[in-house]
């Protein structure tokens, strides 16, 4: 999937989510707590007002991916 990608001559600084929606995220994203740096979209020329410039691809990885399936050849 391709998702669209905020510009980046105008993205603005955006609130953080809440302690509690970070704590149930980050484990899933791969991130322990800490500080996150999040951003809205805000509209310039570049981008034609929108906020947004380009795609960016999204990729889910489900269990079993990067395990080697072995077939006996007997």
């Known amino acids: ?3 669209p990608r905020l510009c980046r001559e105008c993205k603005a600084p955006a609130e ?3 302690r509690a929606e970070v704590a149930r995220l980050a484990p899933r994203l791969g991130q322990e707590g800490g500080a996150w740096r999040c951003f ?3 509209g310039c020329p570049a981008c034609g007002g929108t906020g ?3 795609r ?3 990729a889910q990885v489900g269990p079993g991916v990067g395990e080697t399936l072995q077939l006996d050849g007997d």
Do not use: E, I, K, N
């Open 40 to 42: 809205a979209p805000r």
């Open 1 to 3: 999937r391709l998702a």
């Open 56 to 58: 960016v691809p999204v």
């Open 16 to 18: 953080a989510p809440p």
């Open 52 to 54: 947004r410039r380009g």
